[in-house]
């Protein structure tokens, strides 16, 4: 599975973002997908989830404030970010729920005035 993590860049706070993922390599539309985020010199953290169907889930750092999406006709899955605060700056990435490897470059998201 090949990841290709997009829109991320320089946003004011309370600005907003749209980050898309397109998955290729293997069956999208079978797995929950998740969007993930490292801050330097922290360890990454679990953000967004996205089931096969059913209820999205958030961490309680952006509930309120993010959206996340799939779009299974072009696999893609997308984190609408609103309200983005210094915090939120980080590299984010998506992957299968639960995966441990595979991550891919992820896209650099920075909250600056």
């Known amino acids: 599975v090949q990841l290709q993590a997009s829109g991320g860049g320089l946003a004011q706070p309370g600005g907003s973002l749209r980050l898309s993922c397109e998955v290729s390599?293997?069956?999208?539309?079978?797995?929950?997908w998740a969007w993930y985020r490292q801050a330097p010199g922290k360890q990454r953290e679990w953000v967004a989830t996205v089931p096969i169907w059913g209820t999205t889930n958030y961490a309680d750092s952006v509930k309120g404030r993010f959206t996340i999406a799939r779009d299974n006709t072009k696999n893609t899955v997308y984190l609408q970010m609103n309200g983005l605060k210094p915090e939120d700056t980080a590299v984010y990435y998506c992957n299968r729920l639960g995966a441990t490897g595979g991550w891919g470059q992820g896209t650099l998201v920075t909250v600056s005035s």
């Open positions: 390599g293997g069956i999208f539309r079978m797995y929950a």
